[in-house]
């Protein structure tokens, strides 16, 4: 049967794999319902076009929990040595990735990973990690998936985002047939056209085995056209459909002989058109057919059937664990599904596969009547599998479990580790107190013993009371817990305690404002594995959330774009939401509100972890109340979730919040006189931002407070000096703050300009607040609002790319940009490249111009 109706879709496919072969790598994602023809369309595409290239074609199984890079695996062969011994030993995604990348980048190639709707985390992520790399690459990477199996929540939805997104990449569908393609097909065939096109929608696989079906009449099923197909057949090959209904796939090459496989059934199958054979062996010639054979499979026989595939695997030198559990799962041999489904979920947590590794040790902890030791260890790995996933209610009652199981055995050490874990999860779930409980109890715990893994426990449970006390800017307390800790990493040489000690320390070196602290403490997190596991991830989440409260705004861009990508590569999504809470804080205080309410929708409109919905809570809020007045009642979600951490950092910006929204609704709020308790009560070293944030609120209110130890453009303030404030702020580029010292100086001039910045960030109720104060001291010549044709912005610039293109005016090169703006040059690269792709123009002059044509420049 010719491919039919693919003319445009081919033209594209071939334009994107024309660009690769010169040196500008890209990918393709083709998609289209069950059956629309998507691999027949990239098999006559590559058959068509591929010249000296490399080609490696990869498919995802149908598991109940799918094999954790199983594409990679059967191309195994494809690789060098060293790739396929990282495939086959490695423990850590990341080295898993880089090596398929250098494998495939130097050399025109293309790969192929189809069935991604069946893939595994850890496939999805492959395919994200080429895609960030891909462009100057000959590399083409071609994705397929069935649009009828991606469900809102399906995990490949992520990576379609990237996609859409990407410069690199674009979304082929293949769409139904028409009419007219469905008549040509048919040709002088006895059938009706029309009919055959209502009752298959075009289908095109439906089309064509209604069309290969020659006897009788026409089936109205695509099942009955199927099972016509195998009429006749005999034992053996029945017993190979049987197989191969129980098969992940396909049924490789090297099991056919164990499994009884004969080559008259083959043959005769073949001859039937019911199976197909590709470089993974031997498969169904699409996965329709599995479902009608399956419907039809005797009852009672898939036990024995996935019993030859264990027997048939077993006599191979490496079974996969993933695979021995989906033919356990079918054998209903329990013991045999604890013992791979163990093996397969500690081999999904190496490749980054988190989501699937939890599938595996759920199904492992099936067994009621598992060893006390083997059921907690496992316990114990699911709980630290749902944490890294964000699913933390579970784990902690996972963990819980397990301690109990630890207690019962006296294993006091493990008891201490639960101890420790339980006051990570309980953390992250907004419970500090219990946190704090927890973290006591993992020292207390172990008092009086003296053995060497008793003394690295205590090591780490010092370091943990450390990690809170810092995040309760209790600098020095944490400074002597570290130094106890220190002690004892160097004698017990355990290398991870000495890295969290470091990393812990740096924290409290760039809080207090030590000039090499950042610098020191990012080197330590650079040399650190090419991987990134929850240790590193921690440093970067809290360095970057530290940056922004300290107002590294420039840094904490660039820390931003570096390490949100990565928590997606190694699958680390409970660190994702957090750091994507601290960029939405970012973005408020430079003046991008909508870009802030996206990324705060974003952690809020899913199930995220509590400490990553501080920020987002309050940026929903604060928004709100600066447009309308009316922050519906998410301030005080936000203190409540504040509070029940009790940690300054956090509850002093809600307080400003609460502040803020007394000042501009002129309620009262009984809040008022805590908020100035909590001001009066926090440490002063690394909160002099947040004081100072609180304090000039309060001092807005008629509230005194004191101005010592505030960040110096609140000293500015406090002392009366609006303009040199406002031009700190301003050097800040945190523009709302900017607009309201202006305004604090009473002075016509500068409320005017505090005005149009209140204008152009859609702050209206607030802007109306300071018009009305202007009207009342009688002031005259006050601007009217800003028309709201005025204030859009069509080409969807940001407030600092704003910025960026007028500086682009005064002709100031990169570099010169960098300088004014306190950011690196690569940030403004970063800037520019994105200005010219919304203006749609080729260059920094006819962006521009173009800018004074639509208004945005005067």
């Not at 009652?397 to 006091?412: D, G, K, Q, T, Y």
């Not at 209206?764 to 800003?786: C, M, N, W």
Request: glycine fraction near 6%.
């Amino acid at each position: 049967m010719r491919l039919t109706e693919r003319e445009n879709e081919l033209a594209e496919l071939g334009a994107r794999a024309d660009r690769a072969r010169t040196g500008q790598g890209g990918a393709v994602m083709v998609r289209g319902e069950s059956g629309a023809g998507k691999t027949a369309f990239v098999e006559t595409f590559l058959d068509s076009w591929c010249a000296d290239e490399r080609v490696l074609w990869g498919a995802c199984d149908p598991l109940s929990t799918p094999r954790p890079l199983g594409p990679l695996h059967d191309l195994a062969d494809r690789f060098d040595d060293s790739t396929r011994t990282l495939l086959r030993n490695g423990d850590q995604s990341y080295d898993i990735f880089a090596a398929v990348f250098d494998a495939l980048r130097d050399v025109p190639a293309v790969l192929v990973v189809d069935d991604l709707h069946w893939a595994d985390q850890g496939t999805i992520d492959l395919f994200r990690f080429l895609l960030r790399r891909i462009a100057n690459t000959r590399l083409l990477l071609i994705g397929i998936a069935r649009d009828d199996e991606v469900g809102i929540t399906h995990p490949l939805r992520g990576l379609l985002g990237d996609i859409a997104r990407s410069p690199h990449a674009r979304t082929l569908i293949v769409p139904p047939l028409s009419l007219a393609a469905v008549t040509t097909l048919a040709g002088d065939r006895p059938v009706d056209p029309a009919w055959l096109h209502r009752v298959t929608g075009g289908n095109a696989f439906f089309v064509c085995e209604m069309l290969d079906h020659h006897t009788g009449e026409l089936p109205t099923t695509v099942r009955d056209a199927i099972l016509a197909r195998a009429a006749g057949l005999d034992t053996a090959a029945w017993d190979l459909l049987h197989l191969l209904t129980c098969a992940p796939g396909a049924i490789a090459d090297h099991l056919l002989t164990d499994l009884g496989v004969t080559l008259p059934a083959l043959r005769t199958l073949d001859d039937a058109k019911l199976i197909k054979r590709d470089n993974r062996g031997v498969a169904f010639r699409h996965d329709l057919c599995r479902l009608a054979v399956t419907s039809v499979i005797p009852p009672g026989a898939e036990p024995s059937l996935h019993r030859r595939f264990i027997e048939a695997h077993y006599a191979t030198a490496q079974p996969d664990p993933a695979v021995i559990t989906h033919h356990a799962v079918g054998a209903g041999d329990r013991a045999l599904i604890t013992e791979a489904a163990a093996q397969a979920g500690h081999a999904a947590a190496r490749s980054g596969a988190h989501t699937q590794a939890t599938e595996f040790f759920r199904l492992a902890l099936e067994d009621r009547d598992l060893p006390q030791p083997i059921e907690a260890e496992l316990l114990e790995a699911l709980a630290d599998e749902y944490y890294l996933i964000d699913r933390l209610d579970d784990a902690i009652i996972v963990c819980r479990n397990a301690m109990r199981l630890r207690e019962a055995m006296r294993s006091n050490a493990a008891v201490s580790a639960d101890h420790h874990a339980l006051a990570v999860y309980e953390w992250y779930n907004s419970n500090r107190v219990v946190a704090d409980t927890h973290a006591a109890a993992a020292l207390s715990v172990l008092d009086g013993a003296a053995e060497p893994v008793t003394r690295v426990r205590v090591g780490y449970a010092f370091a943990l009371q450390a990690f809170l006390a810092v995040q309760s800017s209790e600098l020095g307390t944490a400074t002597a817990l570290l130094a106890r800790a220190r002690e004892i990493a160097a004698t017990a040489g355990d290398p991870l305690l000495s890295v969290r000690v470091e990393i812990i320390e740096g924290f409290c070196g760039v809080l207090a404002g030590e000039p090499i602290a950042r610098e020191s403490l990012l080197r330590l997190l650079s040399t650190g594995p090419r991987h990134i596991n929850e240790i590193y991830s921690s440093g970067y989440t809290n360095l970057s959330y530290f940056d922004v409260e300290q107002r590294r705004l420039g840094a904490a861009t660039e820390l931003l774009d570096t390490c949100l990508p990565l928590m997606i590569e190694h699958d680390l999504p409970v660190c994702h939401v957090v750091q994507l809470g601290s960029r939405s804080r970012l973005k408020l205080l430079t003046g991008d509100w909508q870009g802030a309410l996206i990324d705060a929708d974003t952690v809020l409109d899913s199930p995220s972890a509590p400490l990553a919905r501080g920020w987002p809570l309050l940026i929903r809020a604060i928004v709100a109340l600066r447009r309308d007045g009316d922050d519906g009642r998410g301030i005080d979600h936000a203190w409540e979730l504040a509070c029940r951490y009790g940690e300054p950092v956090r509850m002093l910006p809600v307080a400003a919040a609460i502040v803020e929204k007394s000042w501009l609704t002129g309620n009262p709020d009984n809040r008022i006189e805590q908020c100035r308790a909590l001001l009066d009560a926090a440490p002063t070293l690394g909160l002099e931002w947040a004081r100072g944030e609180l304090a000039t609120w309060l001092r807005r209110i008629g509230t005194p407070v004191d101005s010592d130890s505030l960040a110096e453009p609140y000293r500015l303030l406090a002392a009366g000096q609006y303009d040199s404030a406002a031009a700190a702020f301003e050097t800040l580029c945190t523009p709302y703050d900017m607009a309201l010292a202006l305004a604090d100086s009473g002075e016509t001039a500068s409320a005017r300009r505090a005005l149009d910045i209140l204008d152009r960030l859609g702050a209206h109720a607030v802007a109306a607040k300071i018009r009305y104060d202007l009207r009342s001291t009688g002031a005259r010549d006050i601007p009217a609002p800003r028309r709201g044709t005025t204030l859009a912005n069509p080409m969807g610039l940001t407030t600092r790319q704003i910025e960026v293109l007028r500086l682009l005016d005064t002709g100031l090169t990169n570099a010169e940009l960098a300088e004014r703006l306190y950011l690196s040059v690569k940030t403004v690269d970063h800037h520019v490249s994105a200005i010219l792709a919304k203006l749609q123009v080729a260059n920094r002059r006819d962006a521009v111009r173009r800018a004074r044509e639509s208004g945005l420049l005067s």
